[in-house]
C-alpha cells in the first residue's frame, strides 16, 4: 500500500542551524507530496507541496524537491528559529488514492536560543 | 475568509458514554475529511465526504462510529459507546473541489477515562 517514512525525532537544534529532516514514500503512480506543519495546540498548516517529479516547493524559508528516482521529499531549512519549533509531517495525495492524504509519523523539531 | 470551525476544543468523558464532534468546512469546499491522529502519529482518514455523501468510510469503525453530513456543508461524527483507545484528537478538513490542499481545523482533543 501507500506510506510514508519520516526520520524519527525529536530533532534538536540551535538557532541558525541548516535544518534537514528526511521523508521517503512508497506509492503507485504520481503522487503529490506535502509538508504539513503543527504548532503547539493548532491544527495541522499546510507548509509546502510538490505535484510532480523535480518540482522544489518552498514557504517561510524551508524548501524540499520532488526526487521520483529516490521517492523522498527531504525538508530543508539553511537557518531555523525558535519559533520553527513544531511537529512536520510528510504526506502524499492524488486523485488515485482517493484524494486521501497518508501522513508519516511526524518529526518534532526543536530549536533551541 | 473563515477556516474550518470544530468544535469543542477538548471533551473528556467515561468509557462506554457517548460523545459527538461538530465540523464545519471552509465555505464552498465540497470535500470533507474526518481524520483522528493518535498521539505520536500521523492523521489516519476515518471517511471523506463530497457534498453529502460518504463516499469512503472503508477506515471508520462502523460498530461504534457514524457520521453525517446531512446538507453537505457542516458534519458530525460521533462515537458510541466510546472506549480507552478512542481517546485521540478528531481533526475535520476540507478541501475545493478540484485542489489538492486540504485545509485543516483545530481539531478536538477526546479523553476517554
Known amino acids: 500500500g501507500n506510506s510514508v517514512t519520516q526520520m524519527e525525532g525529536p530533532v534538536t537544534l540551535s538557532e541558525e542551524a541548516f535544518l534537514t529532516i528526511n521523508c521517503t514514500y512508497t506509492a503507485t503512480g504520481y503522487p503529490s507530496l506535502f509538508w504539513y506543519v503543527q504548532y503547539p495546540g493548532e491544527g495541522l498548516q499546510l507548509l509546502l507541496k510538490a505535484t510532480k517529479a523535480d518540482d522544489k516547493g518552498s514557504n517561510k524559508g524551508f524548501e524540499a524537491t520532488y526526487r521520483k528516482e529516490t521517492t523522498s521529499f527531504h525538508l530543508e531549512k539553511g537557518s531555523v528559529q525558535v519559533s520553527d519549533s513544531a511537529v512536520y509531517f510528510c504526506?502524499?495525495?492524488?486523485?488515485?488514492?482517493?484524494?486521501?492524504?497518508?501522513f508519516g509519523a511526524g518529526t518534532i523539531l526543536r530549536v533551541k536560543s | 475568509e473563515a477556516g474550518v470551525v470544530q468544535s469543542p476544543r477538548y471533551k473528556i468523558i467515561e468509557k462506554k458514554q457517548p460523545v459527538a464532534f461538530w465540523c464545519n468546512p471552509i465555505s464552498g469546499h465540497n470535500t470533507l475529511y474526518w481524520y483522528r491522529q493518535n498521539l505520536g502519529q500521523g492523521p489516519e482518514l476515518l471517511i471523506r465526504?463530497?457534498?453529502?455523501?460518504?463516499?469512503?468510510d472503508s477506515q471508520l469503525p462502523k460498530d461504534r462510529f457514524s457520521a453525517e453530513r446531512l446538507k453537505g456543508v457542516d458534519s458530525t461524527l460521533k462515537i458510541q459507546p466510546a472506549e480507552l483507545g478512542d481517546s485521540a484528537v478528531y481533526l475535520c478538513?476540507?478541501?475545493?473541489?478540484?485542489?489538492?490542499?486540504?485545509?485543516f481545523g483545530p481539531g478536538t482533543r477526546l479523553t476517554v477515562t
Open positions: 504526506a502524499l495525495n492524488g486523485r488515485e488514492y482517493g484524494n486521501k492524504l497518508v
Open positions: 465526504y463530497e457534498n453529502e455523501e460518504a463516499v469512503d
Open positions: 478538513a476540507s478541501r475545493q473541489t478540484g485542489g489538492d490542499e486540504q485545509y
